[in-house]
DNA sequence: ATTGAAATAGTCGCAAC
DNA sequence: GTTGCGACTATTTCAAT
């Protein structure tokens, strides 16, 4: 139903990254048009090395490089943050499975807290906010649905840090 | 602080995308590596165009081209959502300010809703969340903290569609 | 802002280690 | 898995519209 493709399933097959692919890849996350001549150069060895890293590491999904529209610079945009507490983890794997395939829906994950499912959506006006939310609370199984709609995006970073150089210690 | 430039602070300024733009983005989207001569092939108009285009977006800070990894692929993140209400907007508009700081602070958001201040975490480690949560916690003016764990991430499409041609309705 | 053309640079395929 | 090399392709610069 996506025009994604559906790369980034339930499954979580673990692969090893290695020295090498943690340099190449944090150098993509600067630049992900970075020539492999370029990163061949600073990491020292050849452009082969580095290209047939990146195709293994991207053919196998570790890493996808793509271009990220930055929702500050477009117009205005109806994101919601949704919390959902099921009846059970059956109905909220199967509401989730439906979630993931629409297009609307950037976020999907199991939580453990007060409630169960945690969905993000985007939508261009509130009205397409409003009919998927209709059509999501008529749906069986749901205990309590509660809805925070984002006033402004401060920091949307898109990724994880694999070891960060700087300390984590979190003082004013 | 971050080893990000922060290109994506708080100020909004909105860029207006044409209809080419958007196609270039589109087509950035499904491959950020893909280069301007096909690019430029699809859309009939001259690599040179293509090239100028994306240079504008990119500076403008419209959007980033990057490699992004899949959480999925790798092995456990420690990963938190985490849920703030504050005793007024300065306080939060401090917390926050602090919080983009961090490269473990993925996501955060000023929310209508039962809370004020939205905020997604990753650490290698339950040790370094816990490290955060209880700085975290140390802070003045914070009147509630809710904290989710993420068990499953399910989905996680980091981006904005623009004009879905796909409908969203969202049918059983 | 877009284009075409020439010079530079990067990518790709492959054989060898 | 990595490398070097040759052929091919893309990118860059720039003058012109």
Same mark, same amino acid.
Not at 126 to 150: H, S, Y
């Given at each position: 139903?996506?025009?994604?493709?559906?790369?980034?399933?339930?499954?979580?097959?673990?692969?090893?990254?290695?020295?090498?692919?943690?340099?190449?890849?944090?150098?993509?996350?600067?630049?992900?048009?970075?020539?492999?001549?370029?990163?061949? =150069?600073?990491?020292?060895? /050849?452009? &082969?090395? *580095?290209?047939?890293?990146?195709?293994? #590491?991207?053919?196998?999904? !570790? @890493?996808?490089?793509?271009?990220?529209?930055?929702?500050? =610079?477009?117009?205005?945009? /109806?994101? &919601?943050? *949704?919390?959902?507490?099921?009846?059970? #983890?059956?109905?909220?794997? !199967? @509401?989730?499975?439906?979630?993931?395939?629409?297009?609307?829906?950037?976020?999907?994950?199991?939580? &453990?807290?007060?409630?169960?499912?945690?969905?993000?959506?985007?939508?261009?006006?509130?009205?397409?906010?409003?009919?998927?939310?209709?059509?999501?609370?008529?749906?069986?199984?749901?205990?309590?649905?509660?809805?925070?709609?984002?006033?402004?995006?401060?920091?949307?970073?898109?990724?994880?840090?694999?070891?960060?150089?700087?300390?984590?210690?979190?003082?004013?």
């Amino acid at each position: 139903m996506s025009d994604e493709p559906a790369s980034q399933g339930v499954e979580g097959a673990q692969s090893n990254l290695d020295e090498l692919d943690i340099e190449i890849v944090q150098l993509l996350h600067k630049d992900g048009r970075m020539p492999f001549t370029e990163i061949a =150069k600073q990491l020292g060895v /050849s452009e &082969a090395t *580095i290209r047939n890293r990146v195709q293994r #590491l991207t053919n196998s999904g !570790a @890493i996808t490089i793509q271009a990220y529209l930055n929702p500050n =610079k477009l117009g205005f945009r /109806s994101i &919601a943050l *949704i919390e959902l507490k099921m009846v059970n #983890l059956e109905r909220a794997q !199967a @509401i989730a499975s439906e979630l993931v395939e629409q297009d609307s829906v950037s976020y999907v994950a199991f939580v &453990a807290g007060s409630y169960d499912l945690f969905v993000e959506v985007t939508y261009d006006t509130n009205e397409g906010l409003l009919d998927f939310l209709t059509a999501l609370r008529a749906k069986p199984g749901i205990i309590n649905c509660e809805t925070a709609t984002v006033l402004k995006l401060l920091k949307t970073q898109y990724s994880f840090q694999i070891r960060s150089t700087k300390s984590s210690s979190f003082s004013s």
